[in-house]
C-alpha cells in the first residue's frame, strides 16, 4: 500500500452507508485505481466499468485466497477455513472442477420447477403481514423468504432454520452493534464455528438417509468419481446456503427501498408488472447488495490506467461503482425503469458469474410483484433518514431494518 491512501475516514462513514454514490463518483473520475484503507482490510479499489469489467477476467488477480500468502486470515480470520474454502475462493482449474458439480443442481429446468413453492412462501410470508398495516419488511419478509428457499434447496430441515439464519445474520450484520471491536469478532468467529459443525453433521445425516436435495447430489458426485472432497462437501455447502439467501434479501430491500424513494417509478411498475424483468436488472443497477467483488489477489505487478498495483495486493472491483459509470449509463444516479437494459455487472462477469442469478431473478420477480399488488398505499414507516443500514465498510450494502406501513 502506498502513502497516497484513501483513508478509511473519507469513505467508511454513515453518510457513505446512507448514499455512496456521490464519493464513489469522485473516484471515478479523479482516481479510478485507489489505494483505501479500510476498518477490515487495506486494498485498491477499481471503479470504473471497463475496467472493472476487464478486472473480473484477468488471470492475473486470483481468487485463490488459501494460498502461499494465507490473505484469508486477514479477510475472514482464523476460523473461516472449514467454510470459505471453495469454489468462490479459488481459481480453474480447481473453480472448474467445483463449479461443474454444484452447476447442475442449478439447471434451468430445476430452478423454474421451483416457481410455484416460491410463490407459495412470497403469499404466505404477505398473508402474515397484510392485516396489521404496519411491518418490518427485512426481517417479516426479505430475509425469510430466500432463507427458506434455499434451506428446503438444501434440504435443511424446517426445524434448524431459525438457528441457521441466527448464525448467519450474526455474521451478514458484523460491525452493526454496540459491541467492541473484539466481542465483534469473537461473536462472528463463534457463529462460524457453529455453522461449520452444523454443516458437517448435516452431511453426514445425509450420507446415512439420502435425500433428493443439494446435499444430496453433492454427495452422490463424491461417492460417484471424487470430484469433491469430503471437507469441500462442507464448504460448498455454507457458499449455496450464504449466497443463496444473503445477496437476494439485501437486493430485496435496497429495491423495495428504491421504489418507495421513487414513487413515480413505484407506480409505473404497479401499473405495468410487465415490466418487472426489466425492472429488476435497473433495481440491481441502480443500488445491489454486493457494492465490492470479493477480493482478489494480485499474482504480479498489474497496471490499470496507468497505475501500478504491486504483487500480493488485495484488489477489489467496485461493482455498484461500475455499475454508475456515466461512460457506460446515461443518467447513471437516476432510477429508470424503462432503461434499455445494458450490460451491467451485478451478477459479476466471467468464470465467477453469479450461478444462482435464474433463482434469484425469480425470486425478485415473485416477490416484488406481490408486494405492489397485495400491499396498497405501501410507504416507509420512518423518515428515510432513520432506516438502518449494514455498516459502510461491510462487504454487503442491505439494510437492517425495512419499517413501512400500507393499507390493511
Same mark, same amino acid.
Given at each position: 500500500?502506498?502513502?497516497?491512501?484513501?483513508?478509511?475516514?473519507?469513505?467508511y462513514t454513515d453518510g457513505f452507508a446512507a448514499d455512496p454514490y456521490p464519493a464513489l463518483a469522485r473516484l471515478r473520475a479523479d482516481r479510478p485505481v485507489c489505494p483505501v484503507g479500510s476498518p477490515r482490510f487495506d486494498s485498491?479499489?477499481?471503479?470504473?466499468? +471497463?475496467?472493472?469489467?476487464?478486472?473480473?477476467?484477468?488471470?492475473?488477480?486470483?481468487?485463490?485466497?488459501?494460498?502461499?500468502?494465507?490473505?484469508?486470515?486477514?479477510?475472514?480470520?482464523?476460523?473461516?477455513?472449514?467454510?470459505?474454502?471453495?469454489?468462490?475462493?479459488?481459481?480453474?482449474?480447481?473453480?472448474?472442477?467445483?463449479?461443474?458439480?454444484?452447476?447442475?443442481?442449478?439447471?434451468?429446468?430445476?430452478?423454474?420447477?421451483?416457481?410455484?413453492?416460491?410463490?407459495?412462501?412470497?403469499?404466505?410470508?404477505?398473508?402474515?403481514?397484510?392485516?396489521?398495516?404496519?411491518?418490518?419488511?427485512?426481517?417479516?419478509?426479505?430475509?425469510?423468504?430466500?432463507?427458506?428457499?434455499?434451506?428446503?434447496?438444501?434440504?435443511?430441515?424446517?426445524?434448524?432454520?431459525?438457528?441457521?439464519?441466527?448464525?448467519?445474520?450474526?455474521?451478514?450484520?458484523?460491525?452493526?452493534?454496540?459491541?467492541?471491536?473484539?466481542?465483534?469478532?469473537?461473536?462472528?468467529?463463534?457463529?462460524?464455528?457453529?455453522?461449520?459443525?452444523?454443516?458437517?453433521?448435516?452431511?453426514?445425516?445425509?450420507?446415512?438417509?439420502?435425500?433428493?436435495?443439494?446435499?444430496?447430489?453433492?454427495?452422490?458426485?463424491?461417492?460417484?468419481?471424487?470430484?469433491?472432497?469430503?471437507?469441500?462437501?462442507?464448504?460448498?455447502?455454507?457458499?449455496?446456503?450464504?449466497?443463496?439467501?444473503?445477496?437476494?434479501?439485501?437486493?430485496?430491500?435496497?429495491?423495495?427501498?428504491?421504489?418507495?424513494?421513487?414513487?413515480?417509478?413505484?407506480?409505473?411498475?404497479?401499473?405495468?408488472?410487465?415490466?418487472?424483468?426489466?425492472?429488476?436488472?435497473?433495481?440491481?443497477?441502480?443500488?445491489?447488495?454486493?457494492?465490492?467483488?470479493?477480493?482478489?489477489?494480485?499474482?504480479?505487478?498489474?497496471?490499470?490506467?496507468?497505475?501500478?498495483?504491486?504483487?500480493?495486493?488485495?484488489?477489489?472491483?467496485?461493482?455498484?461503482?461500475?455499475?454508475?459509470?456515466?461512460?457506460?449509463?446515461?443518467?447513471?444516479?437516476?432510477? +429508470?425503469?424503462?432503461?434499455?437494459?445494458?450490460?451491467?455487472?451485478?451478477?459479476?462477469?466471467?468464470?465467477?458469474?453469479?450461478?444462482?442469478?435464474?433463482?434469484?431473478?425469480?425470486?425478485?420477480?415473485?416477490?416484488?410483484?406481490?408486494?405492489?399488488r397485495r400491499l396498497p398505499g405501501l410507504r416507509l414507516g420512518v423518515p428515510l433518514a432513520e432506516v438502518r443500514r449494514l455498516p459502510a465498510a461491510s462487504p454487503f450494502r442491505g439494510l437492517l431494518e425495512l419499517p413501512v406501513?400500507?393499507?390493511?
Open positions: 500500500m502506498t502513502d497516497d491512501v484513501m483513508p478509511a475516514s473519507e469513505l485498491w479499489l477499481i471503479t470504473r466499468f +471497463d475496467d472493472a469489467r476487464t478486472a473480473l477476467t484477468d488471470p492475473r488477480l486470483s481468487k485463490d485466497l488459501y494460498g502461499p500468502g494465507q490473505h484469508y486470515l486477514k479477510i475472514f480470520g482464523p476460523n473461516s477455513e472449514g467454510l470459505n474454502r471453495n469454489m468462490l475462493n479459488s481459481d480453474p482449474p480447481e473453480h472448474t472442477r467445483l463449479r461443474r458439480v454444484v452447476s447442475q443442481a442449478f439447471a434451468p429446468r430445476r430452478i423454474e420447477a421451483l416457481r410455484p413453492r416460491i410463490a407459495s412462501t412470497v403469499e404466505q410470508l404477505i398473508d402474515k403481514m397484510a392485516p396489521h398495516g404496519e411491518a418490518d419488511l427485512m426481517h417479516e419478509f426479505a430475509i425469510p423468504l430466500p432463507m427458506t428457499v434455499i434451506c428446503e434447496l438444501l434440504g435443511v430441515p424446517p426445524a434448524d432454520h431459525d438457528r441457521v439464519l441466527d448464525w448467519t445474520q450474526v455474521i451478514r450484520t458484523s460491525g452493526s452493534t454496540s459491541r467492541p471491536p473484539e466481542q465483534e469478532r469473537a461473536a462472528v468467529q463463534e457463529a462460524q464455528l457453529r455453522l461449520h459443525h452444523y454443516l458437517a453433521g448435516l452431511v453426514r445425516a445425509k450420507r446415512d438417509d439420502p435425500a433428493d436435495d443439494i446435499i444430496g447430489a453433492l454427495i452422490k458426485a463424491v461417492d460417484r468419481d471424487g470430484t469433491l472432497a469430503e471437507a469441500e462437501l462442507v464448504t460448498t455447502t455454507f457458499l449455496l446456503l450464504f449466497a443463496g439467501h444473503q445477496t437476494t434479501a439485501d437486493f430485496l430491500g435496497n429495491a423495495v427501498l428504491a421504489l418507495l424513494t421513487h414513487p413515480e417509478q413505484m407506480e409505473l411498475l404497479r401499473d405495468s408488472p410487465r415490466l418487472l424483468p426489466a425492472a429488476i436488472e435497473e433495481l440491481l443497477r441502480f443500488d445491489g447488495p454486493l457494492p465490492v467483488a470479493s477480493p482478489r489477489i494480485t499474482t504480479e505487478d498489474v497496471d490499470y490506467q496507468g497505475v501500478r498495483i504491486p504483487r500480493g495486493a488485495i484488489v477489489g472491483v467496485a461493482i455498484n461503482a461500475a455499475n454508475h459509470d456515466p461512460a457506460h449509463f446515461a443518467d447513471p444516479d437516476r432510477l +429508470d425503469l424503462r432503461r434499455v437494459r445494458g450490460p451491467h455487472l451485478g451478477f459479476g462477469h466471467g468464470v465467477h458469474y453469479c450461478l444462482g442469478v435464474s433463482l434469484a431473478r425469480m425470486e425478485a420477480e415473485l416477490a416484488l410483484g406481490a408486494l405492489l406501513t400500507f393499507t390493511a
